[in-house]
């Protein structure tokens, strides 16, 4: 069982940044791939991206390319998603996500955090 605890989420302006970060606990870190997932209301959660256990990382979104990071800190046992040049239309609460299987990560997540809002003013 691996618990997933995401903080930093937060109101902010458009074109201002943000780090979110994600705590594990209860497996061993390594093992897993980690997603960031992303819903707004009365839309479906969408998968923001993901950085696998070898370190790469893969964003599926143009809206996030060039915009948003990811990174894992295997000391802290942490994911970190980075956001730049943030815009009202990223207003969603963020969720972090973990599984084993590569194949998986960026669909059906088996293990998900809480959740933490980002709200960005135009």
């Known amino acids: 069982q691996v618990l997933l605890v995401e903080s930093g989420g937060g109101l902010v302006q458009a074109g201002d940044s943000l780090r979110l970060t994600c705590a594990a606990s209860?497996?061993?870190?390594?093992?897993?791939?980690l997603a960031w997932f992303r819903q707004a209301p009365g839309k479906e959660r969408e998968f923001v991206g993901a950085?696998?256990?070898?370190?790469?990382?893969?964003f599926d979104a143009d809206s996030v390319k060039g915009r948003f990071t990811i990174s894992r800190d295997v000391t802290k046992n942490t994911v970190y998603l980075q956001m730049n040049s943030l815009q009202p239309e990223d207003t969603a609460a963020y969720y972090c996500?973990?599984?084993?299987?590569?194949?998986?990560?960026?669909?059906?997540?088996?293990?998900w955090g809480q959740g933490t809002q980002v709200t960005v003013s135009s």
């Open positions: 996500a973990a599984d084993p299987i590569s194949g998986k990560i960026a669909k059906s997540p088996r293990y």
């Open positions: 209860g497996g061993t870190f390594t093992s897993y791939h």
């Open positions: 950085v696998y256990r070898d370190y790469s990382v893969r």
